[in-house]
């Protein structure tokens, strides 16, 4: 079991960066591969990110390539998305995401936050 809070969301122009955090609590964080996806007003929930247990492997959806960067402290229980050339469609609720493999999320969810990029 783990439990998954996500912060870090906010208002931004376009153009601007913010970083997410998802804080897990559980002795087991570091043998979890964790995501994070979003999901937009009428639309279904998306892949965004993800990243091994070991960090040795980090998958992107084509739409962040080269924008977003996932990153994971293990000594923290902590996943990162570092989100940078922010765009009005990346306006979404994103949530972090626990025990998926590669692009497919896993069972365990944060509550969201919410992200909104003004143009």
């Known amino acids: 079991q783990v439990q998954l809070v996500d912060s870090g969301g906010g208002l931004v122009q376009a153009g601007g960066s913010l970083r997410l955090s998802c804080a897990a609590s559980g002795r087991t964080f570091s043998s979890y591969h964790m995501g994070w996806f979003r999901q937009a007003p009428g639309k279904e929930r998306e892949f965004v990110a993800a990243i091994s247990w070991s960090g040795s492997s980090e998958y992107y959806a084509d739409s962040v390539k080269g924008r977003f960067t996932i990153s994971r402290d293990n000594a923290k229980n902590t996943v990162y998305l570092r989100m940078t050339s922010l765009k009005p469609e990346d306006t979404a609720v994103y949530y972090c995401?626990?025990?998926?493999?590669?692009?497919?999320?896993?069972?365990?969810w944060g509550q969201g936050t919410q992200v909104t990029v003004s143009s």
């Open positions: 995401n626990a025990d998926g493999v590669s692009t497919m999320p896993g069972a365990y």
